[in-house]
């Protein structure tokens, strides 16, 4: 069975500061990786996704993640957080091969100005 | 532009109806997803079809039903055998397994 954990409810930085949201996966096989973004009472926003490839993925608005196989984790981070990043934001995975993506619990990020 | 509409943006329900959540996209997707997202539980799965005329459960199938009769349209039937229907519902749609999944804007379900 695949399985996502983000293990903080909620992360609050202020605006200008770095952002991380983290990550760690459970799947067999070799992942597919995906972050989405959500606003209130809207669906997800697709940020960016991991297939194969460098470690290292960047995707909109500024974002990237680093994959790290050893470590099942798929980190998400922002060099210099907006006000504007204030959101839900998801991680989800699928092994290769399978139809099912599995999603995080889902962390509430707040920037504050 | 292209995306997945989904109608009504709020529903009510009243005890023993059945509604119709309408989703349709113009992305020429072959799959297509319902989820369920209630507070702090993130995004569960519904059904899923791959293809038209063919679909599956997901991992909370049961109380609801679908219908694929065309590639643009994936209507979800909840039923009144589904007892806690309260909730955001979200479709979704892919063009394969490696690419990411185009959500709509939801449909909001309450009980009256």
């Known amino acids: 069975a695949q399985s996502v954990a983000q293990p903080e409810d909620q992360v609050n930085v202020a605006e200008g500061n770095p952002l991380t949201v983290k990550c760690t996966y459970s799947v067999s096989g070799n992942p597919y990786l995906f972050w989405y973004v959500q606003y209130p009472n809207r669906g997800l926003q697709f940020l960016l996704k991991?297939?194969?490839?460098?470690?290292l993925v960047k995707g909109s608005y500024g974002f990237e993640a680093e994959f790290n196989k050893s470590q099942t984790s798929f980190h998400l981070k922002k060099p210099s957080a907006l006000v504007s990043d204030s959101a839900l934001y998801f991680c989800a995975v699928r092994g290769s091969g399978d139809y099912k993506l599995s999603f995080g619990a889902g962390t509430t990020v707040t920037v504050r100005a | 532009d292209g995306g997945i509409t989904q109608s009504p943006k709020y529903l009510f329900r009243k005890e023993g109806q059945n509604v119709t959540l309408s989703c349709e996209q113009n992305l020429n997707h072959d799959a297509m997803y319902w989820y369920r997202q209630d507070p702090g539980q993130g995004l569960r799965l519904i059904y899923y079809s791959q293809i038209v005329n063919d679909f599956q459960k997901g991992d909370i199938a049961e109380g609801y039903s679908v219908s694929r009769e065309k590639k643009e349209s994936f209507p979800l039937t909840v039923t009144s055998a589904q007892k806690n229907p309260t909730a955001f519902y979200l479709c979704?749609?892919?063009?394969?397994?490696?690419?990411?999944?185009?959500f709509g804007d939801g449909t909001r379900l309450s009980i009256l």
């Open positions: 979704a749609s892919s063009p394969g397994d490696r690419q990411p999944q185009h």
């Open positions: 991991y297939i194969t490839g460098d470690n």
